[in-house]
């Protein structure tokens, strides 16, 4: 099994910074397409940022300039800098790996449980 553990969290002010870890554990064969998407009340869940083995991004439009992902390969980690943060970045976020287990033929989608982010006006 893969394993995704979500930390950083938490209520900032609008204006302040967070960042957000993922770290994948367990059978890991190999690990692809890593991102980060959110969900607010009452919305679907949306991508925000993602990041390829390669190491190309891509970006929601409303974060672009203001949130920086990134990875560490040999951590099995997954990073989210958010920055200029505004409450309407108010949801839970939710990392997702596309990743392949050990003993699987093909990759798969894990998700996390999610860290809710608020940020206060």
């Known amino acids: 099994q893969v394993q995704l553990v979500e930390s950083g969290g938490g209520l900032v002010q609008a204006g302040g910074s967070l960042r957000l870890s993922c770290a994948a554990s367990g059978s890991i064969f190999s690990i692809n397409r890593m991102a980060w998407y959110r969900q607010a009340p009452g919305k679907q869940r949306e991508l925000v940022a993602g990041i390829t083995s390669g190491g190309s991004t891509n970006y929601a439009d409303s974060v672009k300039g203001r949130f920086t992902i990134s990875r560490d390969n040999a951590k099995n980690t997954v990073y989210l800098q958010m920055n200029s943060l505004k409450p309407e970045d108010t949801a839970v976020y939710y990392c997702?790996?596309?990743?392949?287990?050990?003993?699987?033929?093909?990759?798969?989608?894990?998700w996390g449980k999610g860290t809710l982010v608020t940020v206060s006006s």
């Open positions: 997702n790996l596309e990743a392949r287990a050990m003993w699987a033929a093909s990759n798969r989608d894990y």
